[in-house]
């Protein structure tokens, strides 16, 4: 099975704050990753797929990048409704598997 | 609009049986596979199983593996895991959500919908 590693597990920041979390898979996958956020008690919330395209009615200032084995997921401007734990994910063979999460607080 | 709506969770005892259903609405659901995705209490998502547009391949986490079956019947939009032998560590909130396919040449957004989850507990 593929191996997704994040990080960090968890870090606190400021609304504003640009904030980046990385995403490693253990062997290549191409663009076929993905970054959901999820808040407590609620289903994850698609934000990015193919490592870099938007899903509809996410705000601009999320944004992914990556290929390959290395990827990141960016939040230019951290808004007081991203304060959330994001998952990465790779879609390119099954066993789909998942990072461990990366918890965003507020500081 | 799309829904997944599951249902069949609840308390079992080590050892027992539960089957779990999801019933899908708004979207052509014979046209994509899905998958089944949990996450125990207080950990990360994990995901358990998949299958097909027709149903034809299955797919499995090595956790479940020999325990768990997936189905579905599309003429009645419906996803299924029956679950064997339930763990401790089985315990968690099941989740359906629509999976990554291609089909004539056109490939479909992954995990672009989600149920809102059933718990499963499995505790004597």
């Known amino acids: 099975a593929i191996r997704m590693t994040q990080s960090p597990s968890s870090f606190s920041a400021s609304t504003g704050d640009r904030v980046t979390i990385t995403c490693r898979a253990s062997?290549?996958?191409?663009?076929?990753l993905a970054w959901y956020q999820q808040n407590p008690g609620k289903a994850p919330k698609l934000l990015i797929f193919a490592a870099s395209t938007l899903q509809s009615g996410v705000p601009s200032r999320f944004s992914g990048s990556g290929s390959g084995t290395d990827f990141t997921l960016t939040i230019s401007c951290l808004q007081s409704e991203d304060f959330a734990t994001y998952y990465c994910?790779?879609?390119?063979?099954?066993?789909?598997?998942f990072g461990q999460g990366t918890k965003v607080e507020i500081k | 609009e799309v829904q997944l709506l599951e249902s069949g969770g609840g308390l079992v005892q080590p050892g027992g049986s539960l089957r779990l259903s999801c019933a899908a609405s708004?979207?052509?659901?014979?046209?994509?596979?899905m998958s089944w995705v949990r996450q125990a209490p207080g950990k990360g998502l994990e995901w358990v199983s998949g299958i097909s547009d027709s149903g034809d391949t299955t797919y499995y986490a090595d956790s479940v593996k020999g325990r768990f079956t997936i189905s579905r019947d599309n003429s009645k939009n419906t996803l299924y895991l029956q679950m064997n032998s339930l763990r401790a560590e089985d315990t968690a909130v099941y989740y359906c959500a629509k999976d990554y396919s291609c089909s004539g040449g056109t490939c479909y957004i992954p995990f672009d919908y989600w149920g809102q989850g059933t718990l499963v507990t499995v505790s004597s």
């Open positions: 062997q290549g996958i191409s663009s076929y």
């Open positions: 994910q790779q879609y390119y063979s099954y066993p789909r598997t």
């Open positions: 708004g979207f052509t659901f014979s046209s994509y596979a």
